[in-house]
């Protein structure tokens, strides 16, 4: 078949849809559909030869489902169910590109996989690698892969693309999966499932994008308590989302190493406040740009590039070298450096 370059408007208005409908899919609340879920997975074990009937073993979310799971190994080390994930997007994958033009495959699944994967999965992903410190180990994400199974079923379902009918078998259980649970882990004898959040504040993008927010409380919470707070998608502290900004005090912008936690406590207490509360006094200043010193509470005066973000207008307050003292040096010692500045000490 000849390569498919652009969608008609037909397609066009069923992939709005059917968009929709996958995104809901990946910000589920609903109760796990555990039969579904079972069925799907030993389906998955018996299609790459793992004969074993496994136990299957519920937590309440993703952070539990590690507890159980060093729990479990403690005895025995069981091996992770391998093979099926690469395989099959492998197989898909010289299926699609024979069959799509490079810029509808690039276009397809951009929103679902900004929203459900670069949000809202990573952000999970990060809170329990620094709150529980360990890696995490193979797992697969259930609802939070919806954007990618989204794509392989429109292409199928919806534009025609052939698959052979082994892969379109397996994209089937993993449609299945996405469908019922959220978080799971693979063993030879048991495998360990987390349910699915309680609440998901997500907030709207250009795009049909979405990205994780909520202004008065977690961003995400499941049954057992575990949560995690977040600001127009940057994961921050819960103090910072759950205190009110006249509470706060403004030196505590020192507290933060990363440009954009940094960015979201300015633009929750306010850069006027912070500057007063600093004693901040202007060194240089060119258009939008000021070189500001600050007193965080050490009598130290540390240099800050003060500067506004005109595409979300949004004011930062980001450190730079000591010995600066004018916007265009702090400029160009922050666009050659290739790490986060850090807070000065």
Known sequence: MDKIGALTVAQERR??????????????TDRADRPKAESAILAMRA??????????????????????????????????????????????????WASLGD????????????????SLRDSLWDSLRDSLGVELGREWWGQHEAYWIAFYIFCRDMLG?????????QLDMWRDVAES?????????????SERPTFVGMEPQSGSRYRLHCVDGPAITFADG??????????VPGWLVETKDTNIDPKRVSEFVNAEQRREFVRKVGVERIMQA??????????????????????????????????????HVEGVAPEIRTVEAALAWRNQTTETPLALT
């Open 161 to 169: 693309v052939k698959y052979g009918v082994k892969q379109s078998r």
């Open 47 to 96: 299609e790459i030869g793992v004969q074993t009937k496994p136990v299957f073993v519920w937590c309440q979310s993703p952070a539990t489902s590690l507890v159980a799971l060093h729990v479990l190994k403690s005895d025995a080390f069981g091996r992770f169910v391998r093979g099926l994930p690469d395989s099959l997007g492998d197989s898909l994958g010289d299926s699609l």
């Open 15 to 28: 992939l709005v849809s059917f968009r929709d409908e996958w995104y809901r899919i990946g910000v589920c």
């Open 103 to 118: 810029s509808l495959r690039d276009s397809l699944g951009d929103s679902l996989r900004d929203s459900l994967w670069d």
């Open 278 to 315: 600093c004693g901040a006094t202007v060194a240089d200043r060119v258009g939008d740009y000021e070189l500001v010193l600050l007193d965080v509470g050490d009598k130290r005066q540390r240099p800050y590039l003060k500067m506004r973000n005109p595409s979300i207008g949004v004011w």
């Open 226 to 235: 575990w949560q995690v707070h977040a600001l127009h998608g940057v994961r």
């Open 181 to 193: 649970c959220c978080w799971w882990w693979a063993y030879d004898n048991y495998v360990v499932v």
